[in-house]
């Protein structure tokens, strides 16, 4: 069993930052790729950014590449994403995923690939 919990989520005005983190436990943290994914208001569940199971690769979707920075710490069991910058369209529930499978090859920007959900936070960004 994998628990994922996230926090950080809150209100903020445009153009300011959060830093959202996400705890996981229940298996072997550090050999699993580990993603964010987030959903506005009436929107579907869409990939943010990804992080390798070592922390040495990451991937983002274009639209938050250079805002948003997601970062790991193995030892403390957690990943990160520093989300700079924000605009209104920002707003939605922001939600950590794990992958099912340890040492991935590919970062996968893929809600099917990751088996584990936390039950997210909510960003809301006032204009």
């Known amino acids: 069993q994998v628990q994922l919990v996230e926090s950080g989520g809150g209100l903020v005005q445009a153009g300011d930052s959060l830093r959202l983190s996400c705890a996981a436990s229940?298996?072997?943290?550090?050999?699993?790729?580990m993603a964010w994914f987030r959903q506005g208001p009436g929107k579907e569940r869409e990939f943010v950014a990804g992080?390798?199971?070592?922390?040495?690769?990451?991937y983002y979707s274009d639209s938050m590449k250079g805002r948003f920075t997601i970062s790991r710490d193995n030892a403390k069991n957690t990943v990160y994403l520093q989300m700079n910058n924000l605009k209104p369209e920002d707003t939605a529930v922001y939600y950590c995923?794990?992958?099912?499978?340890?040492?991935?090859?590919?970062?996968?920007?893929?809600?099917?690939?990751?088996?584990?959900w936390g039950r997210g936070t909510q960003v809301t960004v006032s204009s």
């Open positions: 995923a794990a992958d099912g499978l340890p040492y991935g090859l590919r970062i996968s920007p893929s809600a099917k690939n990751y088996d584990y």
């Open positions: 229940g298996r072997t943290f550090s050999s699993y790729d």
């Open positions: 992080i390798n199971w070592s922390g040495g690769s990451t």
